[in-house]
């Protein structure tokens, strides 16, 4: 067995099952690239600080960088007994540079800082890529909502007909939930961009270290203003698995539209080849499966979220090593909605609208109701009134297995004389969507501005 960096209180060796059971380089081996960035700085910092030799901080700064390129190229082997990558990192360290200088490098520095550093960095790193992900699912619902701005479907409450809109508004509705996402990740990495080296174990440390330098060197805006606090709180690993629930809920929503959509029942849209799976058995089938997973791993990544926050709720301060488990759920978590953003960006991108279909099913289910009603209120009517008046030309035209535009204007006026032959201009598809023109409606000058301003926004002219 590989002797412990903890090892001198010992009499006995550790027992390989409690070894495999808290080991977690099988896991937080990939935060190389960031424990070894942190040694880096950390190193410069003993240096200028007269805690090692010049020559001797060049020597770890080469040594890592060494490592870090062996661990680039998936050269270096990880060893288990060697518990986590922090201390994976510093045994090759002494490897390369002896004990004597390597050694040094702990000074002030507990791996209880060194791991909250690290996964600060992580955060910050991966919610930037995040921001770029979501960027792109939003300019693919942007660049279909243009491509189909004339398409009309109806919309839907209680999964219902209920008026019509334009397919690009409700496709920039996702937009919009989108902006918000990345809001949240944007908050996500401010709230872990607060440098906590130096908080040592707990308590801080006695060497005069230059914590400013550190964050400079590790381009974090701020540093941690309570070393209990620093190496204890995980609640920015929180809000970021909050986005990420957040964000997974918003296309889990999507998801479950484009399956429908794709069904026969609907044929609103029809999925590229390349993003569908076949059946083992039905020849003639195209399986959604890539929104049905998406739906499927938003529960993952809202039970990462419980984890994290049942995880933290009875600790006490500060350091315990429950806190090691944050990582697999962040991981995860933070995967799914990377590989999420991944596919969703050509899915999207490739989807092909039936638009026929789609105005096709606006005639069903009396989405121009509301509009006949307006038309009375128009008249003086009072709403209350005019729909009670509409809800009687519904259900006759239930009856008649009719749509309101087929009534005969003499029809319509036994139950309104103040029916005029212009009621089927103001009720017809295109009016009553661009009736709508109150700023959010669906009239398409409206959602020809909304398309213009996001693009605008993402730097797509
Ligand atoms: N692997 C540990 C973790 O992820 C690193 C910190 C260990 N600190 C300790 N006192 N055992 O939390």
Redesign the pocket.
Known sequence: MTAKLWGGRFRKEQDKRALLYSQ?ITF?YRLYPYDIGGSIAYAKMLGRCGFIKKKDTDAIEKALSDILAQMDAEKFSFDIDL??I?TNIEAALVTRVGADIGGRLHTGRS??DQ?ALDMRMYVKDEALEIRGGLQQVRRALIAQAEKNLDAVMPGFTHLQHAQPVLLAHHLLAYNEMLVRDEERFLKAYEAADVMPLGSAALAGTSFQIDRQFLAKELNFAKLSNNSIDAVSDRDYLIELLSACATFMMHISRLSEELILWSSSEFGFVEMDDAFTTGSSIMPQKKNPDIAELARARTAKVYGNLMTLLCLMKGLPLA?N?D??ED?PCVFDSVDIVRDTLDVFAPMIETLVVNAKRMEQECKAGFLNATDLADYLVKKDVPFRQAHAIVGKVVSFCIRENAAIEDLPLEKLQEFSPLFQKDVYKEISLAAVINSRRAPGGTARPNVLKAIRRAKKDLGME
């Open positions: 977690s937080d518990e986590d922090h791996r209880n791991v350091y090593r806190l090691q990582k």
